[in-house]
Every structure is written in structure tokens, then in C-alpha cells.
């Protein structure tokens, strides 16, 4: 890894670490976020990743919507976590848990809310809760 450079971990290195499945590969995840977790390392975790780990957790190791999505806040709350838009990226998360939405309604609702943007869909039930 380049100094100072941003990382973009990928699904797998999230899930690994998560999930603590494969003693390898979790060894080398949580020195990783480790050292994401305290400030060291600077990471950016893409919406892509974060929808798919969403999807794996939920739908292939069915793990219930609270425990995948609390896992991934903690995790989008490490002192490393560059992403610029990381509030809405865990207001998503909440949203995620709380709603009977899929996780990109979810996203796009909290994009909507915390960025000040306009939703436009033809989702009725996804622009009443754009409303409220």
C-alpha cells in the first residue's frame, strides 16, 4: 500500500473481517481495520461494497438486518474512515434496519434527507417516506 494513501478495502476483506470465517485472511483484515479503527490508516469504504456486504450478510449468511447493519456502523465509525459522505452512508444503515425498504432505497433516501437533494421516483411508497 502506498503511503498515505487512501485504501478501498473490497467486499471480501469486509466480510472476512465480519465474519471471521477465514482464519487467514480475518488475520490480515483485522490488522487492517485495526489500524483504520485508531486513525493510522485512512479507508474508504465505496457504496457498492457497502450494499453488497449488506446483501451477502442478509440474504446469504442470514444474519437479521439489525446485527449486519450495527456491524457496519461500527465499522463506517472508525477514526480512519475517509469517506466524505459517511453520515449518510450510516444514516442508510439505520434506515436499513428500521424499514422494510431494500438497501438502495435506503441509501437513496438518506442521500436525500442529509445531502438536501430531491428524490424522484415513481416509488409511491418510497416518496411517502421521502415526506415524512
Known amino acids: 500500500m502506498t503511503k498515505n494513501a487512501e485504501v478501498l478495502p473490497d467486499t471480501n476483506v469486509v466480510l472476512r473481517y ?3 470465517d477465514n482464519a487467514g485472511q480475518y488475520a490480515q483484515a483485522e490488522e487492517f481495520f ?3 479503527r485508531i486513525g493510522v490508516v485512512k479507508a474508504v ?3 457498492g461494497v457497502l450494499l453488497e456486504c449488506l446483501y451477502i450478510l442478509t440474504k446469504f449468511y442470514k444474519v437479521p438486518r439489525g446485527e ?3 456491524a457496519l456502523i461500527i465499522l463506517m465509525q472508525y477514526k480512519g474512515i475517509a469517506n466524505a459522505d459517511q453520515q449518510e452512508l450510516i444514516e442508510a444503515l439505520r434506515l436499513f ?3 422494510n425498504l431494500d438497501a438502495v432505497d435506503c441509501l437513496l433516501l438518506a442521500k436525500a434527507k442529509r445531502g438536501n437533494r430531491q428524490l424522484f421516483s415513481f416509488d409511491k411508497d418510497l416518496n411517502k417516506r421521502n415526506n415524512q
Open 45 to 47: 469504504i465505496l457504496e
Open 97 to 99: 434496519a428500521g424499514q
Open 34 to 36: 485495526e489500524k483504520v
Open 68 to 70: 449486519a447493519t450495527d
Open 18 to 20: 465480519l465474519l471471521r
